[in-house]
């Protein structure tokens, strides 16, 4: 995304992304923490892009951020940014490819993988993900992809090819959505793919299922209709 292409959507309107707000000042531009909205003369003043790579690092409690989209970036600090180019750039540390994917969807070229086609491509231990059936893979994007604490990223993808994530809330589908539920007009950090981390979390479903029925299977093994006892 351009700088003159964001600068059109903060003149339409977009002031806020994920957990962020930004706003344009007599000197440039502002972002910050949605927390902090309120009480931005209490929090500590940066004025460099690249302290948000920083940031965007760790959580409130210090704690490594691995997944960019989770509602867990700390508060406290106020970004005072000279111009659009870095204000853009702060951006992208925050939320990695945001601004260019959301650019790609509205001009109809992003392209959306099914999260079967990503576990289709799995090898090496993560091969078994492919396992996973289409109610149980639902079931685990409900939870592990949930807006509320996990993950504020829009999901496009559905399970299979050609079906609509349709098991999904309805606002967690539509980029038009505050994903905070704050009702805010935010430019949507989307989801064109399940992450590796997705993947992971479907191994463990497919290895604990069939630890499952394995031990089914040997306590069926085990019970006296099926022992064979040998006459003394």
């Known amino acids: 995304m351009t700088n003159d292409e964001l600068k059109e959507l903060i003149q339409a309107g977009y002031h806020a992304i994920g957990e962020l707000e930004f706003a ?42 691995p997944l960019k989209g989770a ?25 990695p490819a945001a601004l260019g994917i959301w650019r790609a969807f509205r001009e109809r070229s992003a392209g959306v993988v099914s999260f079967r086609r990503t576990l289709d491509r ?21 939870k592990f992809c949930s807006s509320d604490g996990r993950c504020l990223r829009t999901i496009l993808w559905g399970i299979e090819p050609d079906r609509p994530s349709a098991f999904l809330p309805r606002s967690k589908s539509d980029p038009s959505a505050d994903q905070t539920g704050e009702g805010r007009r935010v430019i949507p950090y989307l989801c064109l793919e399940g992450c590796n981390m997705l993947v992971a979390a479907a191994r463990k479903v497919v290895v604990a299922r069939r630890k499952t029925e394995r031990s089914k299977e040997a306590k069926l093994g085990n019970a006296p209709e099926n022992q064979h006892h040998q006459n003394p």
């Not at 302290?51 to 409690?61: F, G, H, L, M, N």
């Not at 799995?122 to 409900?142: D, F, P, S």
């Open 24 to 65: 344009e000042t007599t000197d440039g531009y502002r972002l910050y923490h949605r927390r902090d909205r309120n009480s931005l003369s209490k929090t500590k003043v940066l004025r460099s892009p690249e302290d948000a790579r920083e940031i965007a690092k760790y959580d409130r409690t210090g704690a490594y951020r």
């Open 71 to 95: 509602p867990s970036l700390p508060s406290g600090w106020v970004l005072e940014l000279p111009d659009l180019d870095a204000l853009r750039r702060a951006l992208d540390y925050f939320y």
């Open 122 to 142: 799995q090898t090496g231990m993560y091969r078994i993900a492919q396992k996973i059936t289409t109610g149980q893979a639902e079931n685990l994007v409900q």
